[in-house]
C-alpha cells in the first residue's frame, strides 16, 4: 500500500492511517491539490526527534549576544562614516 494520500482520501481513510501508523509504524505523507502538506508519524518517533533535537539544540547559541551586539556596533560606526545621506543617531 501506499502512504502518501490526498486530503479527500485522509478524510475518508483516517482510522486505518491511524491504525496503519500504530501498528505498522508507517509515516504517512498527505498531499493538497499535488504538493505535500502534511506528513503524520508514529507519536514514538515524533517524541525522539523532537526531544532529542531540543537537547541537541541547548546551547547552540551561546555567545551569539556578544556576536550581534559586536556586528550592530560596526554597523553604526559605519553609517557614522557614511557622506552620502544625513544619519541622525
Do not use: W
Not at 509504524?25 to 506528513?39: C, D, F, L, P, Q
Not at 514514538?44 to 531540543?54: I, N, R, S, T
Amino acid at each position: 500500500m501506499s502512504n502518501v494520500f490526498t486530503l479527500t482520501e485522509a478524510k475518508s481513510k483516517f482510522s486505518e492511517i491511524i491504525n496503519r501508523i500504530i501498528y505498522k509504524k508507517e509515516n504517512i505523507m498527505i498531499t493538497k491539490k499535488g504538493k505535500k502538506v502534511a506528513m503524520v508519524i508514529p507519536m514514538e518517533e515524533y517524541k525522539q526527534d523532537g526531544e532529542e533535537g531540543l537537547i541537541k539544540a541547548v546551547g547552540a547559541l551561546a555567545g551569539l549576544e556578544d556576536s550581534v551586539d559586536e556586528m550592530v556596533d560596526l554597523i553604526y560606526e559605519a553609517r557614522t562614516k557614511e557622506t552620502t545621506r544625513e544619519v541622525n543617531l
